[in-house]
Nanobody, 117 residues
Framework: QVQLVESGGGLVQPGGSLRLSCVAS???????????MAWYRQAPGKQRELVATIYSGGSTNYADSVKGRFTISRDNAKNTVYLQMNSLRPEDTAVYYC????????WGQGTQVTVAP
């Protein structure tokens, strides 16, 4: 059974930081290290959008809106992807999800990030 479990969200003031984690389990993730993984987010009333990707070799890409503030990383030994979020803004408020970048697996529950005074 494929499972993606995101955690680390919460309420934070503008300018604050959070670190999200995502643990991937299940048969397809036995090959976790070869997959390009990604973080996505979905704000209320908006479509899910791509935030950051990390390739098997460790190279990364970011949406322009988070470039310079967010950092994606991975620990293949733990089947885990991280998203370090600094200088958070109210517009970063959303539910954050991780998944494979291409051919996504079943989506997890996500983790809520709320940025407000």
């Amino acid at each position: 059974q494929v499972q993606l479990v995101e955690s680390g969200g919460g309420l934070v003031q503008p300018g604050g930081s959070l670190r999200l984690s995502c643990v991937a389990s299940g048969s397809i993730f036995n090959a976790f290290s070869i997959y390009t993984m990604a973080w996505y987010r979905q704000a209320p009333g908006k479509q899910r959008e791509l935030v950051a990707t990390i390739y098997s070799g460790g190279s990364t890409n970011y949406a322009d809106s988070v470039k310079g503030r967010f950092t994606i990383s991975r620990d293949n030994a733990k089947n885990t992807v991280y998203l370090q979020m600094n200088s958070l803004r109210p517009e970063d408020t959303a539910v954050y999800y991780c998944n494979k970048y291409m051919s996504p697996a079943s989506w997890g529950q996500g983790t809520q990030v709320t940025v407000a005074p």
